[in-house]
C-alpha cells in the first residue's frame, strides 16, 4: 500500500479480500483457501490435496536466510526444495 494516492481504499480492499466472504469467492477456485471450513470439493482435485503440499516453515526459513543465504539453499537442496539463488 506505500505509495498509493488512494490509502483508504486499498485498506478496505485488504480488509475484505482477507474476509471469510472474499474467502467463499475465491473458493469457487481454489481447493484450499485460508479460513478454515469454507473451501469445497472440486472437479479434478485429489481428495488429499492438502496433505500432498510442500510442509513450510517459515519462521526458519527467514532465520537461515538472514544468517547465510547459501546455507539455507543447501538445506532446501537437502530436502529436495528448488533453488533460491539465480
Known amino acids: 500500500m506505500k505509495g498509493t494516492k488512494k490509502l ?3 485498506k478496505k480492499f485488504a480488509d475484505w ?4 466472504e472474499a474467502a467463499a469467492l475465491y473458493a469457487k477456485n ?3 483457501v485460508a479460513i478454515p471450513g ?6 479434478n482435485i485429489p481428495a488429499d490435496y492438502e496433505k500432498r503440499l510442500v510442509k513450510n516453515d517459515f519462521a ?3 532465520e537461515e536466510s538472514r544468517q547465510d543465504p547459501r546455507r539455507m539453499e543447501q538445506a532446501l537442496q537437502r530436502e529436495g526444495g528448488a533453488q533460491v539463488s539465480g
Request: charged content about 15%; aromatic content about 10%.
Open 8 to 10: 483508504e481504499a486499498a
Open 17 to 20: 479480500s482477507s474476509s471469510k
Open 30 to 32: 481454489y481447493a484450499i
Open 38 to 43: 469454507i473451501a469445497q470439493p472440486l472437479p
Open 60 to 62: 526458519w526459513a527467514r
